[in-house]
């Protein structure tokens, strides 16, 4: 199955990773949102992260040209009749997620697979919103898309093979390494990082310092960023609702986030995007 065209639906961080990496390997993508405000914050952060790959010599500008011209962006979802793999990456809510895959799975040709970058939500039920689910797999990339390697490729249980199979190869040809992983709460990494992360809010409530509890798995379990300087990475609101999101789907305790965690999230600090999180950031 040989992919020509992507829909990205989502034009966020995350879907705008996703696009400049298959336009790096030489996709044309369009990227749908809702609006002409988030299209633009897209085309900001692609010309960032473009930059930053000039900067670091991982591109060329001939590169960096191509992969801006094989990039559009529409405000509606008549490209998805165009597409040869559609991908959805729209905030992970459940109401919304079914609102856009419902579209998706009307307005795609038949035998196109919808992917979902989901992170924490059941692959089997968003495949029930597609309305196709043996065309239906979750394909979770990691922040920032076009650095980090790792793609989890999730079936669902009425999922085609030939459809993980695809999600497989495409994810090679994208330049990164997919690994199937079944369909349960959390899936394989933020399903660990959830239990590690949370861990690690206890300790910091029992009075440990940040910087303790990260040196100390840094050295003690070879990772190269303790847990409370990711969660500051990837902001304490996307953790929160990872963690919330677990809590729910399992019921285990060690989910349950502290009343102290959610209140740091409700004050506004978020990590490096705020500032402050656990640790304290010039802006």
Same mark, same amino acid.
């Given at each position: 199955? $040989?992919?020509?065209?992507?829909?990205?639906?989502?034009?966020?961080?995350?879907?705008?990773?996703?696009?400049?990496?298959?336009?790096? =390997?030489?996709?044309?993508?369009?990227?749908?949102?809702?609006?002409?405000?988030? +299209?633009?914050?897209?085309?900001?952060?692609?010309?960032?992260? @473009? *930059? %930053?790959?000039?900067?670091?010599?991982?591109? #060329?500008?001939?590169?960096? =040209?191509?992969?801006?011209?094989?990039?559009?962006?529409? &405000? &509606?979802?008549?490209?998805?009749?165009?597409? !040869?793999?559609? @991908?959805?990456?729209? /905030?992970? !809510?459940?109401?919304?997620?079914?609102?856009?895959?419902?579209?998706?799975?009307?307005?795609?040709?038949? $035998?196109?697979?919808?992917?979902?970058? #989901?992170?924490?939500?059941? +692959?089997?039920?968003?495949?029930?919103?597609?309305?196709?689910?043996?065309? /239906?797999?979750?394909? $979770? /990339?990691?922040?920032?898309?076009?650095?980090?390697?790792?793609?989890?490729?999730?079936?669902?249980?009425?999922?085609?093979?030939?459809?993980? !199979? =695809?999600?497989?190869?495409?994810?090679?040809?994208?330049?990164?390494?997919?690994?199937?992983?079944?369909?349960?709460?959390?899936?394989?990494?933020?399903?660990?990082?959830?239990?590690?992360?949370? #861990?690690?809010?206890?300790?910091?409530?029992?009075?440990?310092?940040? #910087?303790? +509890?990260?040196?100390?798995?840094?050295?003690?379990? %070879?990772?190269?960023?303790?847990? @409370?300087?990711?969660? !500051?990475?990837?902001?304490?609101?996307?953790?929160?609702?990872?963690?919330?999101?677990?809590?729910?789907?399992?019921? $285990?305790?060690?989910? *349950?986030?502290?009343?102290? /965690?959610?209140? @740091?999230?409700?004050?506004?600090?978020? %990590?490096?995007?705020?500032?402050?999180?656990?640790?304290?950031?010039?802006?």
């Amino acid at each position: 199955m $040989h992919v020509n065209t992507m829909c990205v639906v989502g034009a966020g961080t995350m879907g705008t990773g996703i696009a400049q990496v298959a336009a790096q =390997a030489g996709i044309r993508v369009y990227l749908l949102e809702a609006s002409e405000q988030a +299209i633009s914050r897209s085309g900001q952060l692609l010309d960032r992260s @473009l *930059q %930053g790959a000039l900067e670091r010599e991982k591109l #060329t500008p001939e590169q960096a =040209a191509q992969v801006r011209a094989l990039i559009g962006w529409e &405000t &509606t979802y008549q490209r998805l009749a165009e597409a !040869d793999w559609v @991908l959805e990456a729209v /905030f992970e !809510d459940r109401a919304v997620k079914q609102q856009v895959l419902g579209q998706a799975g009307r307005l795609a040709p038949a $035998h196109v697979p919808i992917a979902s970058n #989901t992170s924490t939500l059941p +692959i089997s039920v968003l495949a029930g919103f597609s309305g196709r689910p043996e065309r /239906f797999v979750g394909m $979770h /990339f990691f922040n920032p898309a076009p650095a980090m390697k790792l793609v989890e490729v999730i079936p669902g249980e009425r999922t085609a093979p030939e459809v993980t !199979d =695809a999600a497989v190869a495409l994810c090679e040809r994208l330049g990164k390494v997919p690994k199937v992983v079944p369909d349960i709460p959390g899936f394989l990494v933020n399903r660990a990082f959830g239990a590690l992360v949370s #861990t690690a809010i206890d300790m910091w409530l029992r009075g440990a310092e940040p #910087t303790v +509890i990260d040196s100390a798995i840094e050295l003690g379990l %070879g990772h190269k960023l303790g847990p @409370l300087a990711t969660a !500051d990475l990837v902001g304490l609101d996307v953790v929160l609702a990872l963690l919330e999101s677990l809590h729910e789907q399992t019921g $285990h305790a060690r989910f *349950q986030a502290p009343a102290e /965690f959610v209140a @740091l999230v409700e004050s506004g600090k978020l %990590g490096r995007k705020s500032g402050e999180g656990f640790y304290r950031y010039e802006q």
